[in-house]
């Protein structure tokens, strides 16, 4: 039986806002090798990530990652669900923030080829709805080693 509370969307994020997310827990993996962010606050005018991590970026390195998160985006890449057993879903992705009642059937999301995880939110159907992202600033805090990237639609 598939568990409503993680397979059917039911946060109410901004649809743009959070499949840049996405896109850019993906990017800084693939650029930093950080886990996807521990915390996250999506909203329609600007949002945040949180990331475990070592340093501050340079301005350089920003500007490098926002570069990627907009490559990725006007790729014009589809956006869609799909759902896998809870099983499956622990072999192929991080299930670390799941509810031990998530039921036995996950509800994955899929940027194209260029990211998937286990998602409730609502996204957009292509990227090309989102139309590109700033990098408005970032810090990091030397005593918890979290690097906080904020953005908005640009």
Same mark, same amino acid.
């Given at each position: 039986? #598939?568990?409503?509370?993680?397979?059917?969307?039911?946060? $109410?994020y901004?649809?743009?806002?959070?499949t +840049?997310e @996405? =896109? %850019?827990?993906?990017?800084?993996i693939?650029?930093?090798?950080? &886990?996807?962010?521990?915390?996250n @606050?999506?909203?329609?005018?600007?949002?945040?990530?949180d990331?475990?991590f070592d340093?501050?970026?340079?301005e350089e !390195?920003?500007?490098?990652? !926002? &570069?990627?998160?907009?490559e990725? #985006?006007?790729?014009?890449?589809d956006v869609? $669900?799909?759902?896998?057993?809870r099983? !499956? +879903? /622990? %072999?192929?992705y991080?299930?670390?923030? %799941?509810p !031990?009642? +998530? /039921?036995?059937?996950?509800?994955?999301i899929?940027? &194209?080829?260029?990211? @998937?995880?286990?998602?409730?939110?609502? @996204?957009?159907?292509?990227?090309?709805e989102? /139309?590109g992202?700033? =990098?408005?600033?970032?810090?990091?805090?030397? $005593?918890?080693?979290?690097?906080?990237?904020?953005?908005?639609? +640009?």
């Amino acid at each position: 039986m #598939i568990n409503s509370t993680i397979n059917e969307p039911k946060k $109410e994020y901004n649809r743009e806002m959070h499949t +840049a997310e @996405h =896109i %850019l827990n993906q990017t800084m993996i693939r650029m930093f090798g950080t &886990g996807r962010s521990v915390t996250n @606050h999506i909203e329609k005018k600007k949002s945040k990530c949180d990331y475990r991590f070592d340093r501050a970026l340079s301005e350089e !390195e920003i500007r490098l990652l !926002e &570069g990627k998160v907009n490559e990725i #985006i006007g790729q014009s890449l589809d956006v869609k $669900e799909s759902f896998v057993s809870r099983e !499956e +879903a /622990g %072999l192929k992705y991080n299930v670390s923030k %799941l509810p !031990e009642d +998530a /039921g036995d059937v996950i509800r994955v999301i899929s940027v &194209g080829n260029y990211d @998937h995880c286990p998602c409730i939110g609502q @996204h957009v159907s292509n990227t090309s709805e989102i /139309g590109g992202i700033a =990098i408005i600033s970032s810090d990091f805090n030397n $005593e918890t080693n979290i690097l906080r990237i904020r953005y908005r639609i +640009a």
